[in-house]
Nanobody, 122 residues
């Protein structure tokens, strides 16, 4: 499964950005997730969505500001980032889970895309 994330860039604090990730057709029945990794830090969970899109889960740090969604017809998962903060600066990765239900557990994800850099200026 190939994943291609896009949409990263430089944004001012309080602004918005939307990340997109195109996944292969074979991942339409799998949960998807977004993770991020800041310099010198471990990769951390951001958001996840079930295969039909009915269930989502978010890290506490982004809850109420970020929204994950998916369009299986377009094989695309999105991460809408609103009210961004400087601490949101990181490389963001999309990933495909082994399972159909949403999960924050990084070990459940088997395919990872190349990251896209998001930089939030203060």
């Amino acid at each position: 499964v190939q994943l291609q994330a896009s949409g990263g860039g430089l944004v001012q604090a309080g602004g918005s950005l939307r990340l997109s990730c195109v996944f292969g057709r074979t991942a339409s029945n799998n949960a998807l997730g977004w993770f991020r990794q800041a310099p010198g830090q471990e990769r951390q969970f951001v958001a996840t969505i079930s295969w039909r899109g009915g269930n989502t889960n978010y890290a506490d740090s982004v809850k109420g500001r970020f929204t994950i969604s998916r369009d299986n017809a377009k094989n695309t998962v999105y991460l809408q980032m609103d009210s961004v903060k400087p601490e949101d600066t990181a490389v963001y990765y999309c990933a495909v889970s082994r399972h159909s239900e949403a999960t924050s557990r990084v070990e459940y994800y088997r395919y990872w895309g190349r990251g896209t850099l998001v930089t939030v200026s203060s």
